[in-house]
C-alpha cells in the first residue's frame, strides 16, 4: 500500500489539507449531506464559485470534477466531483466512480495541490454499496499514485463507522 494514504475519522470540513473533495451533485449548487456540510461552513464565497463554472460550462456530468477555493474553511480549495446515483450497477455506477477519484486527483495536480481528502463519495444519499465503493476509492487512488510524485498525502475521511471499519481492513 502507497505509504501516502492515510483513513481518518470525522469531519472533512476540519481539515488542514491544500483541498478537500465534495461529494456534488451535477447542478453545483449545494446539497445535503457533505456537501451541505462544506456549503455551510465554506461560506457564500464557494457558491458563487460554482455558479460562475455552472454559467460557463453548465454544471458538472457525474464522474467529472470541478476546482474552487475553500472560502471559510481551513482547506485552501475545494474539488467538486460528481459521484454515480447507485441504480443496481449496471449503469456503469463503477467506471464513474472511479473517474470521480481519477479527475478530482488530476485536478489537483493541475492546481499544485499537494495534500488532499475525499469523502466517501456516493455511499450516502446516493446509496453507493459501501465496501464496493471502498475497494474502487482505494483501488484508483493507489493506482493514480503510482505513476505520480508531486502529491504526498492523500486521507480517505470517513464520516461514519461501517465506512471507516472497511477503509480499515482494505488497507491493512
Ligand atoms: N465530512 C465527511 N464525510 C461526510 C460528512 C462530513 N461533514 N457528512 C457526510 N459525510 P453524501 P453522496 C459522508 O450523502 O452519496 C448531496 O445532497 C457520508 O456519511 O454526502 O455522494 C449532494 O448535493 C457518506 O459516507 O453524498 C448530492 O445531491 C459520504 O459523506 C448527493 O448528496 C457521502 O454521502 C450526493 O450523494
Same mark, same amino acid.
Given at each position: 500500500m502507497d505509504t501516502r494514504i492515510e483513513i481518518k475519522k470525522g469531519d472533512i470540513t476540519k481539515l488542514q489539507v491544500d483541498a478537500i473533495v465534495n461529494a456534488a451533485? !451535477? +447542478? *453545483?449548487l449545494g446539497g445535503g449531506g457533505v456537501d451541505g456540510a462544506i456549503h455551510r461552513a465554506g461560506g457564500k464565497q464557494i457558491l458563487d464559485e460554482c455558479i460562475a463554472i455552472r454559467n460557463k460550462q453548465g454544471g458538472c456530468p457525474t464522474g467529472e470534477a470541478v476546482i474552487t477555493t475553500g472560502g471559510k474553511?481551513?482547506?485552501q480549495y475545494v474539488i467538486h466531483t460528481v459521484g454515480p446515483v447507485w441504480n %443496481? %450497477?449496471?449503469?456503469?455506477e463503477a467506471q464513474l466512480l472511479a473517474n470521480c477519484y481519477t479527475n478530482s486527483l488530476k485536478t489537483a495536480v493541475d492546481n499544485g495541490i499537494k495534500t488532499i481528502a475525499f469523502p466517501?463519495? +456516493?455511499? %450516502?444519499?446516493?446509496?453507493?454499496p459501501k465496501l464496493q465503493a471502498a475497494e474502487i476509492a482505494v483501488t484508483t487512488v493507489s493506482e493514480f499514485l503510482a505513476t505520480n510524485? !508531486? *502529491?504526498?498525502k492523500v486521507i480517505f475521511i470517513c464520516f461514519d463507522d461501517e465506512n471507516y471499519r472497511l477503509y480499515e481492513e482494505l488497507l491493512r
Open positions: 451533485n !451535477s +447542478s *453545483l474553511l481551513p482547506a %443496481g %450497477g449496471k449503469r456503469n466517501n463519495i +456516493s455511499t %450516502g444519499i446516493y446509496h453507493f510524485e !508531486s *502529491l504526498k
